[in-house]
């Protein structure tokens, strides 16, 4: 069974304080700034619209060919991405974002670091409901018929795992809705205890999460669905 990733979000939950006080590391965040940000960006991601708040202190940055955007606002930097290419691309492309982004913003301090991959997988069978029912979660529609109101319901399994240096790890596995010989795959992690490093060193603290959530995916994640469902 092939992961296809379709997704990829990189989440810096980061320190804020209240407008017009610096504090060293902690992202100031101004209408120039975030000009400024969308200014080198766009040529190199093909990001191009920019939407900023009346009072300047947050954005919404998008329109790129990754069907992509990157939002700031006070406590939060967030990188999104569609993954239209290979998934290593997306990551150097969230790195490149998420540096250019913590220059302009003086940014050092990262309270907590999220990262998200989506998947699709065709099913052996071509029908993602009754696999995930019946292989994953051992059961039968009648087992969950009282909980559908008379009409069609289907189950997703939910796995919760703690990793090294205090990561938590939620994987997700689905019917795809739109298409329902696929599946639906997540896998979300947190990371704590690394944030106070992940800007350092260009970022390399940033981007060995990422490898690492996708390593899960392909790893772990794979090789359990193809024992469970082939």
Avoid at 143 to 167: K, Y
């Amino acid at each position: 069974m092939e992961l296809r990733a379709t997704g990829l979000v990189v989440g810096l939950i980061v320190p804020t304080v209240p407008q017009g006080v610096r504090v060293p590391g902690v992202p100031e965040i101004t209408f120039d700034r975030l000009s400024r940000i969308f200014g080198e960006l766009a040529p190199s991601y093909g990001y191009r619209d920019f939407q900023s708040s009346p009072a300047g202190d947050s954005a919404k940055i998008g329109g790129g060919d990754s069907q992509g955007a990157l939002l700031i606002q006070p406590g939060l930097v967030q990188f999104i991405d569609a993954v239209p290419m290979a998934p290593e691309v997306s990551q150097e492309n969230a790195i490149g974002v998420l540096r250019t982004v913590a220059k302009h913003l003086q940014m050092e301090v990262v309270v907590q670091l999220g990262v998200k991959w989506v998947f699709n997988a065709p099913t052996p069978e071509g029908e993602g409901k009754s696999l995930v029912l019946e292989q994953l979660l051992k059961m039968a529609d009648a087992d969950i018929e009282e909980l559908s109101l008379g009409r069609s319901i289907w189950a997703g399994a939910r796995f919760q795992t703690q990793g090294a240096d205090d990561q938590a790890i939620s994987t997700r596995i689905e019917p795809l809705e739109a298409d329902p010989t696929k599946l639906y795959i997540e896998c979300d992690a947190t990371f704590p205890e690394r944030a106070p490093r992940l800007l350092s060193g260009g970022a390399a603290g940033v981007l060995q999460a990422i490898i690492d959530v996708l390593a899960y995916a392909r790893g772990p994640v794979q090789g359990y669905l193809e024992k469970r469902v082939g």
